[in-house]
């Protein structure tokens, strides 16, 4: 059985601030895939990042970035500089063999400028 | 690229009508298509996922002939919510996912069904 844990259900920053969103996973299968998604309120699932089981480099894009730990079943992410757009809902998922998703329960980001 | 739409956006209708939503795959072609539904301030619930020219598979609990799906070509699934009552209000996405990153899955926008 898979699972993804998002234990911080609500991060509220003041803008500039970082956050980072904390995500731990379970899985049996050696090849897996992590993911991470961004849901404004406009409801829109928006794709961010995926990442291999094999692929163990952190990975920064503009003020994102991702830190995986293998040893720790962890995919955390941390958005630097937060801005007021930011906010939303944030999934962690994973996927196996069968490429069905196993999401986190999310943490709302909530960015005050 | 990977662009996923969703149609209607949003829906009110009446107890006992039946609503289609249509799910497609703008740039790519989706071998599989996932249909998702979701409560307000929880995760996503996977319904069914649909193969393209092959019967949907649907998870424990949901009830196939309550939820139709049909995934007739590799750009386009239904779900039709069939004699709708208030207790199927919800918010329903659809993902798909192809080549080349089959386990990567992209959404549309997502559909907030009314069921007066």
């Known amino acids: 059985a898979q699972k993804v844990t998002q234990a911080q259900t609500e991060i509220s920053v003041v803008e500039k601030e970082d956050v980072t969103l904390d995500c731990v996973y379970e899985t049996r299968d050696t090849t897996y895939y992590l993911f991470w998604y961004k849901q404004p309120p406009s409801g829109e699932l928006v794709f961010l990042i995926r990442?291999?089981?094999?692929?163990?480099q952190n990975e920064i894009s503009g003020r994102y970035s991702w830190n995986f730990q293998k040893s720790t079943s962890s995919f955390n992410f941390t958005i630097t500089a937060s801005q007021v757009v930011d906010s939303a809902v944030y999934f962690c998922?994973?996927?196996?063999?069968?490429?069905?998703?196993?999401f986190g329960a999310g943490t709302t980001v909530t960015v005050r400028a | 690229g990977a662009v996923v739409s969703q149609h209607p956006s949003r829906v009110i209708c009446k107890s006992g009508t039946s609503v289609k939503i249509e799910c497609r795959s703008l740039?790519?072609?989706?071998?599989?298509m996932f249909w998702y539904r979701q409560f307000p301030k929880q995760s996503l619930m996977l319904m069914a996922t649909s193969n393209e020219g092959s019967k949907a598979t649907y998870e424990q609990g949901v009830e196939k002939d309550k939820f139709l799906i049909n995934h007739a070509s590799l750009t386009l699934s239904t779900l039709t919510v069939t004699s709708a009552h208030p207790e199927d209000s919800s918010f329903y996405i659809c993902?798909?996912?192809?080549?080349?990153?089959?386990?990567?899955?992209?959404f549309g926008p997502g559909t907030r069904l009314l069921v007066l």
């Open positions: 998922a994973l996927n196996s063999n069968d490429y069905k998703l196993s």
């Open positions: 740039d790519f072609q989706a071998t599989t």
């Open positions: 993902s798909a996912s192809g080549a080349p990153y089959q386990e990567t899955q992209y």
């Open positions: 990442r291999n089981s094999f692929d163990e």
